[in-house]
């Protein structure tokens, strides 16, 4: 059985999607059941890229099952807002880990 959903990826996340589907909605076919990581990783996003998701305005955890009509907003690292108390993927918001990476420049 397969379903729609709707997503939005934003900032440098469109880089991964064709021109096409860049900066605005569009909708996704998926096989039941399917979950936010896996609908990313079809994408060709690396998880490692991903810093907040909210489906239907609600953040959700990597395993979260897509459901029909779900409106998924993928959301990058957030370099100068902190989402610590609204982030449901890792223990702490991707820029505490790449601050302490030698590699972060802002």
Same mark, same amino acid.
């Given at each position: 059985?397969?379903?729609?959903?709707?997503?939005?990826?934003?900032?440098?996340?469109?880089?991964?999607?064709? #021109?096409?589907?860049?900066?605005?909605?569009?909708?996704?076919?998926?096989?039941?059941?399917?979950?936010?990581?896996?609908?990313?990783?079809?994408?060709? #996003?690396?998880?490692?890229?991903?810093?907040?998701?909210?489906?239907?305005?609600?953040? #959700?955890?990597?395993?979260?099952?897509?459901?029909?009509?779900?409106?998924?907003?993928?959301?990058?690292?957030?370099?100068?807002?902190?989402?610590?108390?609204?982030?449901?993927?890792?223990?702490?918001?991707?820029?505490?880990?790449?601050?302490?990476?030698?590699?972060?420049?802002?």
């Amino acid at each position: 059985m397969s379903y729609t959903a709707y997503f939005r990826l934003y900032e440098e996340l469109n880089d991964y999607l064709p #021109v096409s589907k860049r900066k605005t909605i569009f909708s996704l076919s998926l096989k039941s059941p399917t979950t936010i990581d896996e609908a990313i990783c079809s994408l060709g #996003v690396p998880l490692e890229e991903v810093d907040l998701v909210l489906v239907n305005s609600e953040s #959700v955890p990597f395993n979260h099952s897509i459901a029909e009509g779900d409106k998924i907003s993928i959301y990058p690292i957030f370099e100068s807002l902190d989402i610590s108390s609204v982030t449901r993927l890792r223990d702490k918001p991707l820029i505490k880990f790449a601050k302490n990476s030698k590699q972060y420049t802002p």
